[in-house]
């Protein structure tokens, strides 16, 4: 599971997010026989209304799970994944980041945990890049939760901001009945 995200928050465009409790997206992972070394297969996909592709190369969770393989040095097994989206594409919450998240952090967790957070955020940079551009407030704030601030790419450096916990701060979430992709705004 990964959570929602809100970015772009105040000044904060592309470098400060925010994770939402709650609302997110689930992936499972399995090493199978039947899938060659080294390849991904995307056997399930739910809640997107049969919108997003289940070739691995051109969806962001098979692009996701193929950059943390590489970054964990898995070339011996075959991976089959299934999606469950919980949020809706195009609703400004961070959807696409939640679903790379939720991979990472299943094959991750397949292999031993071996990667740090900023090396599981380099692996959904790999495929936030190919859906709405190189930023990692979202996919750094649906692997850290809470606040996170991206100070620097290069390296990566990510902050995470203390909650104020003895304020009362909530956010009312919209959501309109139509779509706002990211990569068209």
């Given at each position: 599971?990964?959570?929602?995200?809100?970015?772009?928050?105040?000044?904060?465009?592309?470098?400060?997010?925010?994770?939402?409790?709650?609302?997110?997206?689930?992936v499972?992972?399995?090493?199978?026989?039947?899938?060659?070394?080294?390849?991904?297969?995307?056997?399930?996909?739910?809640?997107?209304?049969?919108?997003?592709?289940?070739?691995?190369?051109?969806?962001?969770?098979?692009i996701?799970?193929?950059a943390?393989?590489?970054?964990?040095?898995?070339?011996s097994?075959?991976?089959?994944l299934?999606?469950?989206?919980?949020?809706p594409?195009?609703?400004?919450?961070?959807?696409?980041?939640?679903?790379?998240?939720?991979?990472?952090?299943?094959?991750?967790?397949?292999?031993?945990?071996?990667?740090?957070?900023?090396?599981?955020?380099?692996a959904?940079?790999?495929?936030?890049?190919?859906?709405s551009?190189?930023?990692?407030?979202?996919?750094?704030?649906?692997?850290m939760?809470?606040?996170?601030?991206?100070r620097?790419?290069?390296p990566?450096?990510?902050?995470?901001?203390?909650?104020?916990?003895?304020?009362?701060?909530?956010?009312?979430?919209?959501?309109?009945?139509?779509?706002?992709?990211?990569?068209?705004?």
């Amino acid at each position: 599971f990964a959570p929602a995200t809100l970015a772009n928050l105040g000044l904060g465009f592309d470098f400060l997010g925010c994770a939402v409790e709650g609302l997110g997206d689930h992936v499972s992972v399995e090493v199978s026989e039947g899938i060659e070394p080294g390849q991904i297969v995307i056997s399930l996909i739910n809640g997107d209304n049969n919108r997003l592709s289940c070739d691995p190369v051109n969806n962001y969770v098979g692009i996701a799970t193929k950059a943390t393989m590489e970054l964990l040095g898995i070339r011996s097994v075959g991976l089959s994944l299934s999606l469950h989206k919980g949020l809706p594409l195009g609703s400004g919450l961070g959807s696409s980041a939640a679903s790379v998240a939720a991979a990472a952090v299943a094959v991750n967790a397949l292999f031993g945990n071996k990667l740090t957070t900023s090396e599981l955020v380099l692996a959904g940079l790999e495929s936030e890049a190919a859906v709405s551009g190189y930023h990692a407030d979202n996919i750094a704030s649906s692997l850290m939760g809470g606040f996170v601030l991206v100070r620097s790419y290069n390296p990566l450096d990510l902050i995470s901001l203390p909650f104020p916990t003895d304020k009362k701060l909530f956010f009312v979430l919209v959501t309109p009945d139509f779509e706002a992709p990211t990569k068209k705004m």
